[in-house]
T-cell receptor, first 116, second 112 residues
Framework: AQSVTQLDSQVPVFEEAPVELRCNYS??????LFWYVQYPNQGLQLLLK??????LVESINGFEAEFNKSQTSFHLRKPSVHISDTAEYFC????FGGGATNKLIFGTGTLLAVQP | NAGVMQNPRHLVRRRGQEARLRCSPM?????VYWYRQLPEEGLKFMVY????????ESGMPKERFSAEFPKEGPSILRIQQVVRGDSAAYFC??????????FGPGTRLTVT
């Protein structure tokens, strides 16, 4: 069975400050890792993904995440946040191979609240 | 390329009525997933379908819920005899290969 832990339910931060949203996962099989962002009353947007290759992945709007297999982590970082980054961020994992169906297992989400 | 479309965006049903939620995947995507977002519970997988086949329904409640993805037309999530506890946001996601999923805007179901 797989699980995802997002320890921080809410992260308040001032505009232009750096931020890290933590994500740890548990799985006995190989996984894909994802970060999704959800703005109020909207669907989820894929922010970035790790499928294979380089363990550092980046999004077009300045976010990055690093897959750390030994620590089973996939923390999300941004060096300087904007007010518009205020949203709920979900970490998710799916397994692949061996008959796995790639269904996503989500963490409970972290609300990033950027203050002026 | 249009994104995943879901309709209706908001649906109000009285207890005991039926709810039908529709999902049109992105063009070229043959994998469809349904998730439910309940207050205080987060996002949970419900069912995974490919054209005309249910692949994994391990997250579906055993009664009242059903899903289909016909050869032609959208995927349908059907909830019979709705109860207040069914009130939630229901999201559909589609994928070309199953590896990465793209979500629709969701249908917010309110049961009165």
């Amino acid at each position: 069975a797989q699980s995802v832990t997002q320890l921080d339910s809410q992260v308040p931060v001032f505009e232009e400050a750096p931020v890290e949203l933590r994500c740890n996962y548990s799985s006995s099989v190989s996984v894909y890792l994802f970060w999704y962002v959800q703005y109020p009353n909207q669907g989820l947007q894929l922010l970035l993904k790790y499928l294979s290759g380089s363990t550092l992945v980046e999004s077009i709007n300045g976010f990055e995440a690093e897959f750390n297999k030994s620590q089973t982590s996939f923390h999300l970082r941004k060096p300087s946040v904007h007010i518009s980054d205020t949203a709920e961020y979900f970490c998710a994992v799916s397994s692949f191979g061996g008959g796995a169906t790639n269904k996503l297992i989500f963490g409970t989400g972290t609300l990033l609240a950027v203050q002026p | 390329n249009a994104g995943v479309m879901q309709n209706p965006r908001h649906l109000v049903r009285r207890r005991g009525q039926e709810a039908r939620l529709r999902c049109s995947p992105m063009k070229g995507h043959s994998h469809v997933y349904w998730y439910r977002q309940l207050p205080e519970e987060g996002l949970k997988f419900m069912v995974y379908l490919q054209k005309e086949n249910i692949i994994d329904e391990s997250g579906m409640p055993k009664e009242r819920f059903s899903a289909e993805f016909p050869k032609e037309g959208p995927s349908i999530l059907r909830i019979q005899q709705v109860v207040r506890g069914d009130s939630a946001a229901y999201f559909c996601a589609s994928s070309p290969t199953g590896d990465e999923q793209y979500f629709g805007p969701g249908t917010r179901l309110t049961v009165t």
